[in-house]
């Protein structure tokens, strides 16, 4: 009879380890988790906000572009109509400076600011490669998370197994994210 009590005690206390293990490894996969949303987050406002910078940018490259039509046609229009002379000539002169700085000036200018929104759009398309890779290593991690319980209710040791391959497989992805983000998103 003592033998059977022992087998018992020694069937549980494995069963309590084997708990304690699944308990540690849901923990770890919900810290990895829980900083793959939080990269995520940062990705998506990071895309967010680079999206609204690019827009803007576009709008103003946008009434550069109608300022410089505008001043080219008055320029145009001065030398047709306006009396010839020095004063005409000096009108039309700063007219066509006005179009050259809004076409070229190297901060305010159309090129300028074509430079920089394309700058931004860049940096939005890197946040949302981010972001989907976070995604990724996120649904790896829950999905890991979901497989431990499943585990621990019903003591299956391969959901252990494939639930520590899903965490390891969202740790890569989500490493990835920060390093390489366009091998981890798909």
Do not use: C
């Not at 309590?16 to 308990?23: E, V």
């Not at 995520?40 to 039509?69: C, E, F, G, P, V």
């Amino acid at each position: 009879m003592s033998e059977a009590l022992e087998q018992h005690e020694e069937a549980a206390h494995q069963a309590d380890h084997g708990r304690r293990k699944s308990a540690l490894l849901i923990a770890v996969l919900a810290a990895g988790l829980a900083f793959s949303e939080q990269a995520a987050q940062h990705a998506s406002t990071s895309m967010s906000a680079n999206a609204i910078a690019a827009t803007d940018l576009w709008a103003q490259y946008q009434a550069k572009s109608i300022r410089a039509a505008q001043t080219g046609a008055m320029a145009d229009l001065a030398e047709v109509t306006a009396p010839a002379g020095p004063a005409r000539d000096a009108l039309v002169a700063k007219l066509r400076a006005e179009v050259t700085h809004f076409e070229a000036d190297p901060v305010t200018g159309k090129n300028a600011i074509a430079t920089l929104a394309k700058t931004k759009e860049g940096a939005r398309d890197t946040a949302h490669i981010r972001l989907q890779a976070y995604e990724n290593a996120s649904a790896a991690l829950q999905l890991g998370i979901v497989l431990t319980t499943a585990a621990v209710i019903t003591g299956a040791d391969a959901l252990v197994w494939a639930a520590s391959g899903l965490g390891l497989l969202g740790a890569v992805l989500g490493l990835a994210g920060l390093f390489r983000p366009e091998w981890a998103a798909f």
